[in-house]
């Protein structure tokens, strides 16, 4: 059913309106190997990791893979490589390389 399109005027409440940016079906990221494009990658030390899981928070892309409160390995499937969970350890357990 095709959604008639409203003209939208000063007079126009923004109750009336459709929001920006929705997305009536949700998305299938978990179908694609996202990491693809990936240029750099985080590197895991497990023998230096505290398993605060600082990393695993910050992670924009859930591709931190935890278990039983620990840090379980990297899902480079969909691991980008943006950096942001090696930034955040101080604990020299994620080096951040160029993938190879």
Same mark, same amino acid.
């Given at each position: 059913?095709?959604?008639?399109?409203?003209?939208?005027?000063?007079?126009?409440?923004?109750?009336?309106?459709?929001?920006?940016?929705?997305?009536?079906?949700?998305?299938?990221?978990?179908?694609?190997?996202?990491?693809?494009?990936?240029?750099?990658?985080?590197?895991? +030390?497990?023998?230096?990791?505290? +398993?605060?899981?600082?990393?695993?928070?910050?992670?924009?892309?859930?591709?931190?893979?935890?278990?039983?409160?620990?840090?379980?390995?990297?899902?480079?499937? +969909?691991?980008?490589?943006?950096?942001?969970?090696?930034?955040?350890?101080?604990?020299?357990?994620?080096?951040?390389?160029?993938?190879?």
């Amino acid at each position: 059913m095709k959604e008639k399109m409203m003209k939208i005027t000063p007079n126009v409440s923004w109750k009336d309106i459709t929001p920006g940016g929705v997305i009536t079906k949700s998305g299938n990221a978990e179908e694609f190997k996202t990491g693809d494009w990936r240029s750099m990658k985080p590197v895991w +030390h497990e023998d230096k990791c505290k +398993h605060c899981m600082l990393c695993w928070v910050v992670c924009p892309d859930n591709s931190i893979i935890p278990e039983d409160g620990k840090i379980k390995g990297f899902d480079f499937d +969909h691991c980008k490589g943006c950096g942001v969970c090696t930034k955040q350890c101080k604990f020299g357990a994620l080096d951040f390389v160029v993938e190879e």
